[in-house]
């Protein structure tokens, strides 16, 4: 079974930086994760591919496209 990775991320909000736990298992993802910083909503779309390895995590402002 593949284990969580984790994977820095930019707050498109404030602008800083925090660590995100990514469950791996699952291939296209897409949630909401609130900054750790100044607690707003982010909506993360994430890729795994085959092998479990972090293709993409695309962090944006919640409901912009």
Same mark, same amino acid.
């Given at each position: 079974s593949l284990l969580p990775e984790?994977?820095?991320i930019s707050c498109p909000y404030?602008?800083?930086q925090f660590e995100i736990v990514i469950d791996v298992s699952v291939q296209e993802q897409s949630y909401i994760e609130d900054c750790y910083v100044c607690c707003r909503p982010?909506?993360? =779309?994430v890729v795994v591919d085959d092998l479990g390895e972090i293709v =993409?995590?695309?962090p944006k402002l919640r409901?912009?496209?």
């Open positions: 984790t994977e820095f404030c602008g800083e982010i909506s993360l =779309s =993409s995590v695309d409901g912009v496209p």
